[in-house]
C-alpha cells in the first residue's frame, strides 16, 4: 500500500455513510421527513411531482408512534454516537503507521451530520482525496446506493464541496474475511447465553432490514450479499447449524422481501424450537431496528410464544469491527485507481 500512499495528498478523507436518526424527540418528524422524501429509497410513481408532500403527511401521521418507540430506548437514536467513535477508532487505526495521512468523518443520510457537513469538513481539513465507506455490508439501491449517490452529488457540486483529486469508493463487503470473523465472534458471544450443552440447537435467526421485492426483481444484489455474510459465518462456526433467515422493519403496504422476522418467530414456535439467538445481520451498530424491535418488540412477542430469545451484540465499536474496516480501506488504495 506505501506506493499508492505516496501518490496521494495527506490528509485522505474516509467518509463513513451511514443512514442516521433522531438525536432527540424533537428530531423524529424531521428524520421521518427527511426518509420519506428520499425518491431512491421511497419510490412512488410520479414521485418528483408530490414526494415532499407524501414526506410531510407521512412524517407527520407517524411522529407520535415513533417518538413512543425512541422513549422506551432512551428518547434518542444512538447511531450518531456509536457511528463518531466508529470513525474515531478507524481514524486512530488507519494513522498508527503513518500519523496525519487519514481523516474519517461521518456522513448521515437523513440526519445530523449530513452528507454536506463531512465533506466541508473534509475540504477544511485541506483533504484533496475522498472514499466513500459505506456502513451497508449488503448492498442495495434504497440504503448504499441513496448514501453514495448524495455523496457523489456533493463532491460534483458547483463548486465542488471538495476539490478531490481522487474519489473511491467501498459499497459493499458481504464476504469480506475480517468482517466475518468479527461478526462470528459477536455470534459466539450471543451463544454464551445459553446452556453450553444446548448450544448446537440453537436456532440462529438471521434477522435483516426488510426491502420490497421490487428492489430485488429490478436486479438489488441484497439478499445474495445476505447470504454470502450467513454462509461465512456458519463456516466460522464449524458447519452447519439450524438456522434461518428473516425480514424485519416492514412499511407500507407493497410486497416486501419474507418471511418476517415476526412470522419466523411463530414458525419456530409451531416447530418446537425454543432456543433461538436473533443475529441483526445487516445492522453493524445499534439503532432503533436492534433496540426496540429486536430486544423490545420481538423479545416480547418471543417470551409469549414460550421462546427462550436471545440477541447477539451488535459490532458497534467492537476492535476486531474497527480492524476490518481498516483492512477495506487499505485495501481498496492498494487498489486504486
Not at 466541508?120 to 446506493?145: C, D, F, K
Not at 467501498?170 to 468482517?179: M, T
Request: aromatic share 8%.
Amino acid at each position: 500500500m506505501v506506493a499508492q500512499l505516496d501518490s496521494l495528498p495527506a490528509p485522505i478523507a474516509v467518509v463513513l455513510l451511514n443512514l442516521g436518526g433522531p438525536d432527540s424527540l424533537d428530531a423524529v418528524e424531521p428524520f421521518l421527513f427527511n426518509l420519506f422524501r428520499d425518491p431512491d429509497l421511497i419510490q412512488l410513481p410520479l414521485g418528483f411531482l408530490w414526494q415532499k408532500r407524501f414526506a410531510k403527511m407521512v412524517s407527520r401521521a407517524r411522529a407520535n408512534v415513533v417518538r413512543d418507540y425512541y422513549k422506551q430506548i432512551g428518547g434518542r437514536s444512538p447511531l450518531g454516537e456509536i457511528t463518531e467513535g466508529q470513525a474515531q477508532a478507524l481514524e486512530a487505526r488507519l494513522n498508527a503507521r503513518r500519523p496525519g495521512t487519514f481523516r474519517c468523518f461521518v456522513a448521515m443520510r437523513y440526519s445530523a451530520p449530513f452528507t454536506g457537513e463531512a465533506l466541508r469538513r473534509a475540504a477544511e481539513a485541506g483533504a484533496r482525496t475522498v472514499i466513500g465507506l459505506s456502513l451497508y455490508p449488503h448492498y442495495t439501491t434504497a440504503t448504499t446506493g441513496s448514501s453514495l449517490w448524495e455523496l457523489r452529488r456533493g463532491l460534483a457540486g458547483k463548486p465542488p464541496a471538495v476539490g478531490a483529486v481522487e474519489y473511491l469508493e467501498i459499497d459493499r463487503w458481504p464476504d469480506d474475511p475480517a468482517y466475518l470473523d468479527a461478526l462470528a465472534k459477536q455470534v459466539e458471544r450471543g451463544l454464551e447465553q445459553f446452556p453450553e450443552a444446548g448450544r448446537d440447537r440453537v436456532e440462529l435467526l438471521f434477522s435483516a432490514h426488510g426491502l420490497p421485492e421490487t428492489f430485488i426483481q429490478k436486479g438489488d444484489p441484497y439478499v445474495k450479499d445476505l447470504e454470502l455474510t450467513i454462509a461465512g459465518v456458519l463456516q466460522r462456526l464449524g458447519g452447519q447449524r439450524p438456522w434461518r433467515l428473516s425480514f424485519q422493519s416492514r412499511a407500507g403496504k407493497t410486497r416486501w422481501l419474507e418471511p418476517s422476522t415476526e412470522d419466523a418467530l411463530k414458525l419456530l414456535a409451531k416447530t418446537g424450537r425454543k432456543d433461538v439467538l436473533c443475529i441483526p445481520i445487516s445492522f453493524v451498530s445499534d439503532h432503533i431496528e436492534t433496540l426496540y424491535e429486536i430486544d423490545l418488540l420481538f423479545g416480547g412477542q418471543a417470551q409469549k410464544l414460550g421462546l427462550n430469545f436471545k440477541r447477539a451484540p451488535s459490532l458497534n465499536t467492537e476492535p476486531a469491527f474497527i480492524e476490518a474496516l481498516a483492512g477495506l480501506v487499505e485495501r481498496r488504495i492498494e487498489r486504486s485507481p
